[in-house]
C-alpha cells in the first residue's frame, strides 16, 4: 500500500456557492491528510498549465474562462491511495451520471461546472502539485489520530 500525495482543488463554482467547508470536510471525515492549502485565483497561463492535456480541445475556452472565473481553494492531501480514493470521492466528471454519495453526485447537475479537481494518477499528481505548491508549502506531520485511521501495515 502507497501513500500518496494527490492536488485537489474546489473549483470556482464550489467556492461562489460556499460548499467549501462542506467539500474539506468530507475529506478530513475520509481520513486524508491535508499537507498543503491555499486560496487563489488561476490565470490564463496557469489554466493551461494545468489542462496542458485538454488545450487544444473544443471545450477548453469554456474551461478556462470557468478555471479563472473567481478564486479557487488548492489542497494537497496525503494518505493510503490518495489518488484513487479522491477520485472515488468526486466520481465522474459529469455531474448528471454521478452516483449519489459522491461529491459531483450529491452537489452538482453540470459536467463542466463539477465543483472539484483531483489528479488521475501519481504521475498527474507530481506535476500538478508541482504547479500548484512550491516545496517549502507542503507542511510534514503526524496527526495524532493517525494510529486511529489505518493499521500500521497500510502506511
Ligand atoms: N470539462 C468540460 N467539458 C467537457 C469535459 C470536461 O467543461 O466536455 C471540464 C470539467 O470541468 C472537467 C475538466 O474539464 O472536470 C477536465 O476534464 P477531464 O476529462 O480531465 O475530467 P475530470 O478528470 O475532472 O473528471
Ligand atoms: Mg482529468
Known sequence: MAT???LVLFKPDAVQRRLVGELY????RKGLKVVGLKLLKVTPELSKQHYAEHVSKPFYPMLEEFITSGPIVALCLEGPEAVSVVRGMMGPTNGRAAAP???RGDFGVSRQMNLVHGS?????SARE????????????????LSGWVCASDEK
Open 120 to 124: 488521475d494518477s501519481t504521475d498527474a
Open 129 to 144: 502539485i508541482a504547479i500548484y505548491f512550491k516545496p517549502e508549502e507542503l507542511v510534514s506531520y503526524e496527526p495524532t
Open 25 to 28: 470536510s468530507r475529506f478530513e
Open 101 to 103: 454519495g459522491t461529491i
Open 4 to 6: 500518496e500525495r494527490t
